[in-house]
C-alpha cells in the first residue's frame, strides 16, 4: 500500500545521475566565456534556476550564458545522463500502485523532457514541470503547487522528493510532507541542513518508505 497518494520528484540528483553533466557543461561554458572556474562555487547553483547561476557568474551576459551552457548541455546530456540505479523499477511500482507522479525541476522544459526521455522515465510522470512553468521557483511553493493541481491532490497528500534544500524548502512552503534523499549534491549533509520530514541512503531505502 503507498504511503502517499502523490509524489513530486526533483530530476538532478535525484532520478537522474546527473551532476557531472551538468558540472562538464558549467565548465565548458566558463571557459568559452573566459569565466573563472570554480567547482565548489558552481555546484550551490545545482537544483537552482539557470538565470540565476548566469546572473551571479556572468553579470550583464545572462543570456549568453544560458545559451552557452545550453549549447554544452546538448552534447553533453544525451551522452552523460543516467537514472541512479532502481529509480526506472521503483518508478513503475509507484505508477503499478496507483501513485500520481509529477517533476518539478528547475530545468529549461526542453532539458527536462528530454531528460525524461533519455532516462526511459517520461511516461511514468502526468506532469514534468520545468522552470517556465510557473513564475516563482523552488524554494518558492508556487510550482510545487501547480504540479499537485495538475494531479488533483492536496498538499497533505502527497510528498516532495529531492537532493537539495531548495527542494525541501518547496515542498514544506506548500504544506507538503518531505523526503531528502543523500545520493544527490546534498549529500548525507541534507538531513540537517534542510532537515526533510524523512530522509533516506538509498533508492532501496526510499522504495520501502513509499510502499509499505
Given at each position: ?14 532520478l ?8 562538464k ?44 551552457f ?26 503499478e ?26 511516461s ?48 514544506k ?40
Amino acid at each position: 500500500m503507498p504511503k502517499f497518494a502523490g509524489l513530486l520528484f526533483d530530476l538532478d540528483g535525484t532520478l537522474s545521475d546527473s551532476v557531472p553533466m551538468i558540472m562538464k557543461s558549467s565548465e565548458s561554458t566558463h571557459a568559452k566565456m573566459g569565466l573563472p572556474w570554480n567547482p565548489a562555487e558552481v555546484v550551490r547553483f545545482i537544483g537552482r534556476p539557470l538565470y540565476e547561476t548566469g546572473a551571479y557568474f556572468a553579470p550583464g551576459r545572462v543570456e549568453e550564458y544560458i545559451e552557452t551552457f545550453r549549447e554544452y548541455n546538448t552534447v553533453y546530456l544525451p551522452k552523460m545522463i543516467k537514472p541512479f540505479p532502481g529509480v526506472v523499477s521503483l518508478l513503475a511500482k509507484l505508477q503499478e500502485a496507483g501513485v500520481g507522479l509529477a517533476i518539478v525541476t528547475s530545468r529549461l522544459q526542453w532539458g527536462a523532457d528530454w531528460s525524461a526521455e533519455i532516462l526511459g522515465i517520461q511516461s511514468y510522470f502526468t506532469a514534468i514541470l520545468g522552470v517556465e512553468a510557473s513564475d516563482k521557483h523552488k524554494p518558492d511553493a508556487e510550482p510545487a503547487l501547480l504540479a499537485l493541481e495538475k494531479l488533483g491532490l492536496r498538499p497533505e497528500e502527497a510528498a516532495f522528493i529531492g537532493d537539495a534544500a531548495v527542494d525541501i524548502a518547496c515542498g514544506k512552503a506548500a504544506g507538503m510532507h518531505t523526503i531528502g534523499v543523500g545520493w544527490g549534491v546534498g549529500g548525507a549533509a541534507l538531513k540537517e541542513t534542510a532537515q526533510p520530514e524523512y530522509f533516506v541512503n538509498t533508492v532501496n531505502e526510499l522504495g520501502r518508505l513509499l510502499l509499505l
